[in-house]
């Protein structure tokens, strides 16, 4: 489960881990974007986001990988709290390469994602999949569950109370990130 300003969103599995975050494009942030990096941020993914000289495209990337973090430690069923994001990080790797953060926009169906696990080096983390889904051009929805687990089918609905009920997208609108 995840709300943010306008939109609330509900992971449902047979069963299985799930976790689901939503975030708006434009969310306003009280700090400097490096500086929230900085303090929840692994190394390597503040690194990843200082070499962005755009301030609006490094909005939009630490806005995709806190939402991706987030939906991560909902499947885990720790949350923020029980697995602080400082904690793991997030690499995006080509099949050429063998492990570096790549910016999100770029071919999203080249990228792998692993996760390294700062506080348990023992716990191979890349047995997750994510999808990364942009909702009406407004906000980010991530999506993080066991590999071959769960239906890639993923259905995008707009609800207004006891009004009505449309679906807005489907499984097309999903671009897997691994």
Known sequence: ???????????????????IDVEEKQRAVKNNILSLARRYFSGPEFEFLSSINDSEAQHQ????????????????????????????????????????????NSDYKALEIAVDQQDHPKKIMSYWQFALIELDGSHYAA???????????????KTVPFQEDVCVSGTDAVVEVN
Do not use: D, Q
């Not at 992971?11 to 976790?19: A, D, M, Q």
């Open 61 to 104: 990337e630490f806005i995709k990988l806190w939402t991706m973090k987030e939906a991560y430690v909902k499947a885990l069923g720790v949350g923020f709290s029980g697995s602080p994001f400082k904690t793991f990080t997030l690499r995006f790797t080509r099949s050429s390469e063998r492990s570096s953060l790549v910016n999100l």
């Open 143 to 157: 999506i993080c569950t066991k590999k071959g687990e769960v239906s890639k089918s993923i259905k995008v609905w």
């Open 1 to 19: 489960m995840s709300h943010t300003n306008s939109l609330v969103a509900c992971g449902v599995t047979g069963g299985s881990p799930i976790g």
